[in-house]
């Protein structure tokens, strides 16, 4: 075998064996609320709800529509599956690039992405929103790069892929689409070139709009999936400037992506200023990484106490594939021998790989079992309902979205399109009028809605009617069941049972 | 002015600037200083370390402390300040002498990383001061000084005494230096080494002769270490684990892992002194000899012990770049981007520190009730006891008062499973309480009840409720408690 093939055969291997250390199952891949919220609308749609107008989130729809794929596909090792072979496309197309453009170790930099975006302090598993968009956006730049017949509408297909992904990672494709827009790229006029863009972002668009046109819900989808995040997420909770540099500083130590995003943008820099074959893309790589972790200054999701901690790790994944890109651009285009030669990347590799391989090992070896949702699974709440399995309707969690966990395991739903309730903690008007939480109430009553998970507290919600409404509904129509080993238990949820029925 | 100067002139200030950030309005106490700040007042008050209070440094930093009661806190600094602008210098002289492209860059480096702020110690632990000598050392080393063996004698003293395993570090570099320079013979810098060695041992040695204690030093500074101190044991990963985790939380991580790898990768490629390269690799694993040497540092309080790094990882980058041959660390355009690498992250946290300083007066054990009721009251010699809260020595400090019983250092009784199994050091400290009539008595409610041995704190709890009655002080619930004696008004 030739030594390209057992690069080839090396980087393929090494993408599967990091994608086996989230393997479905307990103790493998981490269970987070996001990811829970997901797949309980993927169930939605599979039960015939649509997302939006029968389960609210605020992440565009193709997520919801990939966790429905991976259900019609086995369920959990369906979106393994799923994940795995979008890793190795985004991989295989990345090896190619670097190989095309005869890199001296071109496994190294398509390593360094499978290593970031299986950082175990990172990506929080597989199955997260921007995890994807990494994916799309490395597949995206190999396609910008490539001479494919299609390359435009390709371009277009992705750049929508992102879009409905998660509408903010669109904006690191920006400074790429500015590139291969401009006159001396290309000898396709520039109308046809746009036409072919938009042609390929419609086909993902037009499907997605007319599905919601067709289930009467394109209102809920633009309220839900946009207009939210402009009129809420992104404008409340504002942090300092200060502050965001301080969480990304944190972020970067603490997830292991210090090292690498330090020497990527130094070399990047130094890629721009030195002699360079290709400044302009080296130029947009360098806004792409910018424009990857924009999320971070969009909003203050953090509550200021944690500002300090390890939280929305997540948002920092897209880097996995801009450094990455960027990199490449030092590495292909730069004419400064600095940067140039098997001997200097050798070193830049060490560098860049070390500490996350160092990382992917220890985790692989040393799987901590007990940061992996163990308290949801194993809590006596759910050895209760597993014992008494109740049905569509039956069940409801309020404050904490990893029990969204019950729904999945049992796949059925709840009575009420308000899964998702952070924002009663999160901001100060949230649901001022209570209407929300009297058409949850009104949804409970209407199903009789036999367990309620509560995970809330008095200090929970920022208004406290909200939780005096809440409060007196449960006391009033439920009972709490009682665990004898309650205390000594982790979990800070209350499993309420209907009144009058009996066990 | 050439640009020479420019560069010292830089170096100086930025040497000086980063020390500022540890002046005494803002260098904010610390447990194990204020031990060695207490050993300073003992000397001054003509009692003597080991003898007549505990700890298990070598004595070299407690007659260091002695200069903050006679030249003041100031005093202290502009000494402590002084001893790194001196080693900054040398170093920077040594980047000039080999002609390093940019030869500020890695004495800049050498103070970043000895002033950041992460490892949260600030001025006057043990190994900045053997992180000095152990630059200075080096550049003895590489120096064609008349009394060059004489001053590596010294200043391996010099390390030895203030903080006994780092003189491990200055071992690959000794080694290096006997087996090189063949101008002298063999004997002749040995001899020389011997010399300056006991120019610092001697003193000392009869210092505690004359005091009737040698027999306190060699048990609590040297055979204490060895019995307790280094007899925890932890696995080989885990130590990597806790490396890892360290380099990462103090900042160290960019400079540790481009200096190991662009050593390693020297040693493959082509380079004028391999021995040298070979020795400094060594010198940074020695460096690190106090991780493998117990198993403290997982309870993340003992970042300081990675403090050495600072010198060995410059050494070892000063290594690579004066006597590489390899083009691609030759070139000048390649320094300044390993410039920026290695001093990036520093440089950030260094800024992020100096523009949010605290003040001493706002430090939350500072401003305590308890530390203020303590202010309010005249307290003379063994008045007052601590039990637990280490950072509270400073009021032995800031009174200038000897406390009743020698142990004023108590983090055995949580460390050991075996220490003091029968209570008899814990009723040595309550005769001597008693003994004096010790008035006041701060005890840390949280730290007595993590002592492993529940005997031990019982005890403890049982001695203070015979004899003291507790006093109710206005202010935030704290596990901080005032305690008098009874019968007292």
């Given at each position: 075998m030739k030594k390209e093939n057992w690069s080839l055969l090396f980087i393929l291997s090494a993408s599967v064996l990091l994608s086996l250390l989230y393997i479905p199952g307990f103790g493998h891949n981490p269970l987070s609320g996001d990811k829970e919220v997901y797949r309980y609308i993927g169930q939605v749609i599979r039960n015939g709800g649509v997302p939006y107008r029968d389960a609210f989130d605020h992440k565009p729809p193709l997520i919801f529509f990939l966790n429905y794929a991976a259900l019609l596909l086995g369920g959990d090792w369906g979106q393994w599956l799923i994940d795995t072979c979008l890793a190795l496309l985004a991989t295989g197309a990345f090896f190619q690039l670097c190989r095309k453009y005869k890199l001296p170790y071109p496994w190294l930099l398509p390593l360094l992405f499978n290593l970031m975006i299986r950082d175990f302090y990172m990506c929080l598993g597989m199955g997260m929103t921007r995890e994807y968009t990494s994916m799309l956006l490395l597949i995206f730049f190999c396609v910008l790069l490539g001479k494919y017949r299609y390359h435009y509408f390709l371009m277009g297909l992705l750049s929508g892929l992102v879009f409905f992904t998660q509408q903010d990672q669109v904006l690191c494709l920006v400074p790429f689409f500015l590139y291969a827009f401009l006159p001396e790229q290309d000898t396709v006029p520039f109308l046809t070139r746009l036409a072919r863009t938009a042609a390929g972002f419609l086909a993902i668009a037009l499907p997605v709009i007319l599905y919601f046109v067709l289930h009467n819900a394109l209102k809920d989808f633009w309220q839900d999936a946009f207009l939210f995040n402009l009129t809420w997420?992104?404008?409340?909770?504002?942090?300092?400037?200060?502050?965001?540099?301080?969480?990304?500083?944190?972020?970067?130590?603490?997830?292991?992506?210090?090292?690498?995003?330090?020497?990527?943008?130094?070399?990047?820099?130094?890629?721009?200023?030195?002699?360079?074959?290709?400044?302009?893309?080296?130029?947009?790589?360098?806004?792409?990484?910018?424009?990857?972790?924009?999320?971070?200054?969009?909003?203050?999701?953090?509550?200021?106490?944690?500002?300090?901690?390890?939280?929305?790790?997540?948002?920092?994944?897209?880097?996995?594939?801009?450094?990455?890109?960027?990199?490449?651009?030092?590495?292909?285009?730069?004419?400064?021998?600095?940067?140039?030669?098997?001997?200097?990347?050798?070193?830049?590799?060490?560098?860049?790989?070390?500490?996350?391989?160092?990382?992917?090992?220890?985790?692989?070896?040393?799987?901590?079992?007990?940061?992996?949702?163990?308290?949801?699974?194993?809590?006596?709440?759910?050895?209760?309902?597993?014992?008494?399995?109740?049905?569509?309707?039956?069940?409801?969690?309020?404050?904490?979205?990893?029990?969204?966990?019950?729904?999945?395991?049992?796949?059925?739903?709840?009575?009420?399109?308000?899964?998702?309730?952070?924002?009663?903690?999160?901001?100060?008007?949230?649901?001022?009028?209570?209407?929300?939480?009297?058409?949850?109430?009104?949804?409970?009553?209407?199903?009789?809605?036999?367990?309620?998970?509560?995970?809330?507290?008095?200090?929970?919600?920022?208004?406290?009617?909200?939780?005096?409404?809440?409060?007196?509904?449960?006391?009033?129509?439920?009972?709490?069941?009682?665990?004898?080993?309650?205390?000594?238990?982790?979990?800070?949820?209350?499993?309420?049972?209907?009144?009058?029925?009996?066990? | 002015m050439s640009k020479q100067y420019y560069s010292l002139v830089f170096i100086v200030a930025a040497c000086l600037l980063l020390s500022l950030l540890y002046c005494p309005p803002v260098d904010i106490p610390g447990g194990d200083k204020e031990v060695f700040r207490y050993g300073g007042l003992t000397i001054i008050k003509g009692a003597v370390p080991y003898r007549d209070f505990f700890d298990h440094k070598p004595p070299l930093i407690f007659f260091l402390n002695t200069t903050a009661f006679v030249f003041g806190e100031w005093g202290f600094w502009l000494i402590d300040f002084g001893l790194v602008l001196l080693a900054t210098l040398a170093f920077f002289r040594l980047c000039q002498r080999f002609r390093l492209p940019y030869p500020w860059l890695l004495p800049l480096l050498f103070n970043l990383m000895?002033?950041?702020?992460?490892?949260?110690?600030?001025?006057?632990?043990?190994?900045?001061?053997?992180?000095?000598?152990?630059?200075?050392?080096?550049?003895?080393?590489?120096?064609?000084?008349?009394?060059?063996?004489?001053?590596?004698?010294?200043?391996?003293?010099l390390t030895f005494f203030m903080q006994q395993e780092q003189s491990l570090a200055l071992v690959p570099f000794l080694i290096y230096a006997l087996l090189t320079d063949l101008q002298i013979p063999l004997i002749r810098r040995i001899i020389q080494l011997g010399l300056g060695f006991l120019v610092i041992a001697l003193p000392l040695l009869l210092y505690f002769a004359l005091h009737h204690s040698l027999e306190y030093l060699w048990k609590d500074a040297f055979l204490f270490n060895f019995q307790w101190y280094t007899a925890q044991k932890k696995s080989m990963p885990d130590h990597f684990r806790t490396i890892k985790e360290?380099?990462?939380?103090?900042?160290?991580?960019?400079?540790?892992?481009?200096?190991?790898?662009?050593?390693?990768?020297?040693?493959?490629?082509?380079?004028?002194?391999?021995?040298?390269?070979?020795?400094?690799?060594?010198?940074?694993?020695?460096?690190?000899?106090?991780e493998f040497m117990g198993r403290r540092a997982e309870n993340h309080a003992f970042e300081h012990y990675f403090m050495p790094l600072s010198a060995s990882i410059c050494i070892l980058l000063f290594v690579v770049f004066a006597f590489t041959e390899e083009a691609a660390l030759l070139d000048r355009r390649v320094r300044p981007i390993y410039g920026f690498l290695l001093c990036g992250s520093l440089g950030y946290t260094a800024l992020q520190h100096g523009t949010h300083l605290k003040l001493v007066k706002d430090d939350s054990d500072i401003s305590s009730p308890v530390y203020g009721y303590l202010r309010e009251h005249t307290i003379g010699d063994y008045q007052l006891f601590l039990m637990g809260d280490s950072y509270f020595i400073h009021a032995f400090n800031e009174k200038r008062i000897l406390s009743p019983s020698p142990w004023i250092y108590q983090h055995f009784w949580k460390w050991y499973p075996k220490w003091d199994p029968d209570q008899a050091l814990l009723k040595g400290i309550g005769e001597d309480i008693l003994k004096h009539r010790t008035t006041y008595i701060v005890v840390d409610d949280a730290d007595v009840a993590r002592f492993i041995n529940p005997a031990n704190s019982g005890w403890w709890f049982a001695f203070l409720r015979d004899h003291y009655n507790p006093i109710s002080i206005a202010g935030p619930p704290t596990s901080i408690s005032l305690w008098k004696i009874k019968d007292i008004p």
């Open positions: 997420y992104t404008t409340t909770l504002k942090a300092s400037f200060g502050d965001h540099l301080r969480k990304l500083k944190l972020i970067m130590d603490g997830g292991n992506y210090e090292v690498v995003s330090l020497v990527s943008v130094v070399l990047g820099v130094c890629a721009v200023i030195f002699p360079n074959t290709n400044r302009k893309l080296t130029l947009a790589s360098l806004a792409a990484v910018v424009l990857s972790i924009i999320p971070e200054f969009m909003g203050g999701r953090d509550l200021p106490t944690r500002m300090t901690g390890m939280s929305f790790t997540h948002y920092f994944l897209p880097l996995s594939a801009s450094l990455s890109i960027l990199l490449f651009c030092v590495f292909a285009f730069s004419a400064e021998p600095a940067l140039q030669g098997r001997r200097v990347q050798v070193i830049y590799g060490i560098l860049i790989c070390c500490s996350l391989s160092y990382t992917a090992i220890r985790f692989a070896t040393h799987r901590p079992l007990d940061g992996y949702g163990r308290d949801i699974v194993t809590c006596q709440e759910m050895y209760y309902l597993r014992a008494h399995k109740p049905k569509d309707d039956q069940l409801f969690v309020f404050g904490s979205t990893d029990y969204l966990y019950a729904f999945n395991e049992f796949r059925i739903t709840g009575p009420s399109k308000w899964i998702y309730q952070h924002f009663y903690t999160l901001y100060d008007h949230w649901d001022n009028d209570h209407a929300i939480l009297y058409s949850i109430r009104a949804d409970l009553s209407s199903h009789k809605t036999t367990y309620v998970i509560d995970c809330t507290s008095s200090s929970w919600f920022r208004d406290t009617s909200a939780y005096k409404i809440w409060n007196s509904f449960l006391l009033e129509h439920y009972q709490p069941v009682n665990f004898p080993d309650k205390d000594k238990t982790d979990t800070l949820a209350q499993l309420w049972k209907l009144k009058g029925i009996p066990d | 000895l002033r950041d702020f992460l490892l949260e110690v600030g001025m006057g632990m043990t190994r900045e001061y053997t992180v000095i000598f152990g630059m200075l050392f080096f550049c003895v080393t590489m120096g064609r000084l008349r009394y060059k063996y004489f001053l590596m004698g010294l200043l391996a003293g360290m380099l990462d939380r103090i900042n160290y991580e960019v400079p540790f892992m481009i200096a190991v790898t662009l050593g390693t990768a020297s040693l493959l490629l082509k380079h004028k002194k391999k021995g040298l390269l070979i020795a400094a690799l060594i010198g940074v694993s020695l460096s690190l000899s106090q």
